[in-house]
Structures are given as structure tokens and as C-alpha cells.
């Protein structure tokens, strides 16, 4: 058996790993690499063995530095089944064919304004390659084994992080394999926590928080004194957000806060179509989540769903106190990139960063105290507050990796810690061998191992 690190080795995202037997080729996750250019200049890169002669993909959840290279893959020849639970089927379809929508209206975009160094830019894939994804999934349920190629048995585990998200468990050839995949928190407001496993051969664990501690704050508090202080200035609270898990946690809490009168009535916009999409599958889906379907219906009551680029636009013309959702969670894309040229610039302003920002993102510059950001071709200076809030993280921090850890019987033959920055994944990977005396390896980028 052979195994090669295509991705998530050495940097958080582009998920990918190889696993090849007997003739039989498996890809678990199938991500986008995000961050710094060097990174997504490799999601231009052919992949590194023909689509075509891959059997199948397992998707341990829809984000998409784990889903977001599949219309790519699925153009280009893969003509297998991606196996993932239910609700990733249809998470995973609605970011996707996002993806794709604003891959295209970038690059229109960039021609239109001519500011891109490639004449024409071009989209990595459309909205069109996003929807012939969704023929090849094939939803496999929490707990059921499935025999995905020819000595590949797939079961899917809890692993709380967002809706859908599961660990990928694998049995080849007499070993099995556990990905971690995206591991949530044990006490998340949204999922359950990530279900306890005792034994594996070789064990892949991600490493996002693998060097950091999660806040001990009240984070309600928190949330609650920024939204003031800024309502105070006359200002606007501008929120990048991620669709899944996290605007819909935004919202449960700024209800909470709300009728709880802990902040003012002002006016509160979900300004993501996709985020608005997802929230109506947490009614379909509220029995896999700590949430009732009153809970769903109450986070909702009094947002303001913003549909269509005119209100989006509209909204940066407000001069009144307010709150505004928007995607994408890292400032790489979406309509949170107008909100940010509209309202950055104003001191009276709040910039409200609500989770993990991967080095090179324009997120990740804000929240280190850039000056100024470029965005449609020109730097937009940054006076607003900048307030990172990590405790809305739907990772498990490092203390709470290790504490997952703990319920192995017996040391995995050895484990591999990918899914972190160079620091975060060393880091894990010497407590891991400190507390617990195992095997432990950070792969690089293209590594193969033969087992």
C-alpha cells in the first residue's frame, strides 16, 4: 500500500491523500489550496496522477479546502463515486456550484477592469464543471461500512467541526486507516462532539489549533461588547464569515444577545445567498445537530436575508448602525470584500474576524495590522477596529486534540499530523510524542510512504 500527500501537508488547506493497493487508486478529500499565491498557483497544476484512473474519493466534509477541487477532478476524466454523509452531498453542492459562480465573476471581473496580470483571466472551473459534481456523490451514513473499490471498506465517524463532517475510517488490506478530517470542538453550540475511537493502524489527525489554546472568555460577552462599543460609534460591525456552522453560529448568538437585550436592536444582514441556502438545511438536518427546529427558526427571526447584488450594494451605502454577515470567512472572495472597501477605511467602523485565517489570506494580513489590503485592483487602507475572535473556531484547539487522543487503547503504528501551518503541525506532533510516547511524522507536500 502506498500513500502520497497531495495536499494539507506543510499548510492547512488542499486537502488531498493518495491511497493506492493492488492496482486500486482511493483520494480521500479533494480540496482547493488557499492562502498564499505559491499555494494556489498549484491548483493549476495537472493533477498529479490521471482523474480517470482514480476509483473513488472520500469527502470528510463540504468546505472547500477539502471539496473544492472535485469539479476540477471530475472535468478532467474522474469518473468515479465520492463518497460522504448526506448532509455533505448537499452542503457540498451548494458551495461548489458557489465556487464556481465566483470563480467566474472574478475573472470577468478582473477582464472588465483589466487588472489581472493574465489576459483573459480565466476561472479554475464554472459553475457548470460545480453541478456535474453532483452526479458521482453517494451518501453513506454515519456508522455504515461500504466497500468503495475493490479492498477499500469506507465507514464514515462523528467529527462534529460542521454539519455532515465525519472522520474517514478505511480498512486496506488487513490495516485501518482513520483521517481525522476536520475534528470539532466537545462543547460547540452547533455539533456534536467528535465521536471517541480506541484503535487504528495509521492515524492522519489535523493540526489547524495544533499550537493554540482556545479562549477561556465568555465569548457571548465578547461578541456583545464589540457589537456596543461599535453601535456606541455609529458604526457598522462587518463579519467575513464562512457559511457553514459559522454564520449560523453568529446568528444563534446574536439572538441569544438580542433578547437577552445585551446589545441594541440594530438591524442584522446574512448577506450570503449560499449561507441562507445552508441555514435552510439545518431544518432538514437539526436531529444531527445540538439544535431543535425551534432553535433553527429563532436564529432566524428578524435577520435580514440579503438576496440579490443590489441590496448587497445598497448595504454599503448605509449610514446607520448595523451588523453584516458576509462571506467568504477568510476575505478571499464574496460580497464581504465590498463591505470591507466600504466600511474599512471609517475608524468608527468594526472589522470582525470570527475564526482560523490561513497565511496569505486577506484576512490573515487585517488581522496581523495591515494598513491596507488589495482588493478589485487597488489598496483599500484599513482604520476600522480589527477584532479577531477565535473563540468561534469549530476546530479542536491542541489541548483538545490530545484529550480525543486519549481514548486510544494503543498506540497507532504511527500517525501523521497534516492539516496546519509548519509551526501548529510541529507543535502537535511534539506533545503528541511527549504525552503519549507514538510515532508521529509531519509529511511534506508530494511525500509518499509505502506501507
Known sequence: MKITFLGAAGTVTGSKTLIEHEGHRVLVDCGLFQG????????????????????????????????????????DGFHGAIH????????????????GRLQEEEAEF?????????HPALALYTEADAQRVDKHFRPLALGEAREIAPG????????????????????????????????????DPITFKPDTVSHCDILFVESTYGN?????????????????????????????????????????????????????DVPIYLNSPMAGAVTTLFHE????????ETDVESMCRGVHFVRTVEESKALNRSTRPAVMIAGSGMATGGRVLHHIAAFGPDKKNTLLFAGFQAGGTRG???????????????????????????HLSAHADGDEI????????????????????????????????HRYGWRVDVPEHKQSIVL
Open 212 to 264: 493554540r489554546h482556545h479562549p477561556k472568555q465568555d465569548t457571548e460577552a465578547l461578541l456583545a461588547d464589540v457589537v456596543c462599543r461599535t453601535v456606541r460609534r455609529g458604526g457598522v460591525v462587518v463579519i467575513p464569515s464562512f457559511a457553514v456552522e459559522r454564520a449560523q453560529t453568529l446568528l444563534l448568538l446574536l439572538f441569544r444577545l438580542k433578547q437577552a437585550k445585551r446589545i441594541p
Open 110 to 118: 478582473a477582464n472588465r477592469r483589466g487588472y489581472s496580470k493574465h
Open 36 to 75: 498564499f499565491k505559491q499555494l494556489r498557483l498549484r491548483n493549476w497544476q495537472p493533477f498529479e496522477v490521471k482523474p480517470s484512473t482514480i476509483d473513488a474519493v472520500v469527502l470528510t466534509h463540504a468546505h472547500l479546502d477539502h471539496s473544492g477541487y472535485l469539479p476540477a477532478l471530475v472535468r
Open 152 to 187: 477499500f471498506v469506507l465507514t464514515l465517524r462523528q467529527a462534529g467541526h460542521i454539519l455532515g463532517a465525519a472522520m474517514a475510517e478505511l480498512k486496506v488490506d488487513g490495516k485501518t486507516l482513520l483521517f481525522s478530517g476536520d475534528l470539532g470542538r466537545p462543547n
Open 84 to 99: 460522504t454523509t448526506p448532509a455533505s452531498v448537499k452542503l457540498a453542492a451548494i458551495l461548489l456550484a458557489d465556487s
Open 364 to 390: 490573515a494580513l487585517i488581522v496581523a495590522g495591515a494598513d491596507s489590503v488589495r482588493m478589485f485592483g487597488e489598496d483599500v487602507p484599513i482604520r476600522a477596529e480589527v477584532v479577531a475572535l477565535e
Open 285 to 292: 438536518f437539526h436531529d444531527e445537530l445540538r439544535l431543535s
Open 402 to 433: 490530545l484529550a480525543w487522543l486519549s481514548a486510544f487503547k494503543a498506540p497507532p503504528m504511527h500517525t501523521f499530523v497534516m492539516h496546519g501551518e509548519p509551526e501548529a503541525a510541529d507543535t502537535l506532533r511534539r506533545n503528541i510524542e
